[in-house]
């Protein structure tokens, strides 16, 4: 309260009750003062909240509805930050598994392709053999057909390494599909840790210190009636 919001100059025909008798005395003035600094210092105290595990504290004259919001704020910039973490080790995981993948893909396409010509060699040569023993050739047609046969065990193992090959590559595939399961459910775990409702809030009591009690005047004021 300031003085300037109060009428200084003195009315005309203006009358006074007379001031009490403890007024007289100036030193009734610093008594007052005393007194109400004391009021001050013993009655009135800052109440703030308080939320430990983000380690933040209201402001002065901040409600609790309005720090709690502030708090929220916090809260999904956390999460934000987390997720983003997240993504990033999930997604570095996923592309060691997507580079694997695509060596595979092209070890499979030249897999088959090699194992498509040795097929067709394989056939030609054993019907060659087989059309020469219509012809009587025979010394020539057992070695034809034991080549032959030596391509068809070679192509047997071909098809076996191109099956495997597909399987490993079949594998990777349902190793991704387990890693986005993965990341969404951790995603949802860490949505569940950053809930307003599971945030503790705690009322922290300020009372004010002496010297932070200033500038206390006691002024005589009039009434008008």
Excluded: C
Aim: hydrophobic share 35%.
């Amino acid at each position: 309260m300031r003085s300037s919001n109060f009428e200084q100059k003195e009315r005309r025909n203006s009358n006074y009750y007379p001031l009490p008798k403890f007024l007289l005395d100036l030193r009734s003035f610093k008594s007052i003062t005393k007194e109400v600094n004391d009021y001050f210092y013993y009655n009135n105290e800052l109440v703030l909240y308080k939320a430990p595990r983000l380690k933040l504290i209201s402001k002065q004259d901040e409600s609790l509805e309005d720090f709690k919001i502030r708090v929220k704020d916090r809260l999904n910039e956390q999460y934000d930050e987390n997720l983003e973490k997240l993504k990033v080790k999930f997604e570095k995981e996923k592309d060691r598994i997507e580079s694997k993948l695509h060596t595979l893909q092209n070890r499979l396409e030249r897999e088959k392709l090699d194992l498509k010509a040795k097929t067709t060699d394989t056939i030609i040569s054993i019907g060659a053999s087989i059309f020469g023993a219509f012809f009587g050739r025979t010394s020539s047609n057992i070695g034809k057909a034991a080549s032959g046969a030596r391509k068809v065990g070679r192509l047997s193992k071909e098809k076996n390494d191109v099956m495997m090959i597909e399987e490993d590559i079949a594998d990777l595939n349902a190793d991704i599909q387990v890693l986005q399961h993965s990341l969404q459910e951790h995603a949802n775990a860490l949505q569940e840790e950053y809930q307003i409702e599971d945030i503790a809030f705690e009322e922290v009591y300020i009372k004010p210190r002496r010297k932070d009690i200033l500038d206390t005047k006691i002024m005589l004021l009039w009434e008008e009636v």
